[in-house]
């Protein structure tokens, strides 16, 4: 079972407010990634990080920002929550692999499903 | 022309039966390809990677085909639980993650 955790899981608030979606993950993992999924959608990359006080962003365009301070922890901030933000915010975390592979699985948190008014 | 195409289903198919859903990606220099179980209001979970020569874990069976650029996941004796939208996952060189498609939703009545 995964090590990775959201909080809050689900979120309703009002336009113009300034949020912060939690995520958390216990594996030690270096790699940490945002993805959002609207419903029946698929999932787009909106940041990820490689480690420590390294993000990037992702494929679809995103209003909000995220920090990386510590490994375990990959925080995303909306600084003022549109209704266009209305979706499920995904977190992933991933380790380098022991095969040789660049890339192994993605584990994913339980998501955060956010309702702007 | 999107990424990672899928037939969005659903697939409605009887308890027992055996059900195929293929997946094409655009890329040719794609790398790494995988099948990912998503059910309802949860998050996705990785089902199994897919390998050249083609894997089988249990009832599920995945292949690849670099010629035509699609991969494909088999499922044996469809079980209720087996309900779920699977998602054909892929790593493209270059690229820092992955690529999703959109899912096919799959409902096994019994």
């Known amino acids: 079972e995964a090590d990775i955790y959201q909080t809050p899981r689900y979120l309703v608030i009002g336009t113009g407010k300034k949020i912060t979606l939690e995520c958390s993950q216990t594996m030690g993992h270096d790699k940490m990634y945002w993805y959002q999924q609207d419903p029946g959608m698929e999932l787009h990359l909106i940041h990820y990080s490689y480690g420590v006080n390294s993000t990037e962003k992702g494929d679809l365009s995103s209003e909000s920002t995220v920090s990386r301070i510590r490994t375990e922890h990959f925080p995303l901030t909306l600084e003022s929550a549109r209704p266009s933000h209305t979706s499920q915010y995904l977190c992933?975390?991933?380790?380098?692999?022991?095969?040789?592979?660049?890339?192994?699985?993605?584990?994913f948190g339980p998501g955060t499903r956010l309702t702007v008014l | 022309r999107k990424e990672v195409e899928q037939d969005p289903g659903p697939f409605n198919v009887p308890e027992g039966a055996t059900v195929a859903f293929n997946c094409t990606y655009s890329?040719?220099?794609?790398?790494?390809f995988f099948w990912y179980r998503q059910d309802c209001r949860k998050e996705p979970k990785l089902l199994m990677s897919?390998?050249?020569s083609g894997n089988e874990d249990g009832r599920f069976t995945a292949q690849l085909n670099r010629a035509s650029q699609y991969i494909s996941l088999l499922i044996r004796d469809s079980k209720l639980s087996d309900s779920a939208t699977y998602l054909c996952v892929v790593k493209d060189t270059g690229r820092r993650a992955l690529t999703f498609g959109s899912g096919t939703r799959l409902q096994v009545q019994p």
């Open positions: 897919v390998y050249s």
């Open positions: 992933a975390s991933s380790d380098p692999g022991t095969s040789g592979v660049s890339y192994n699985e993605q584990f």
């Open positions: 890329n040719s220099a794609s790398q790494s």
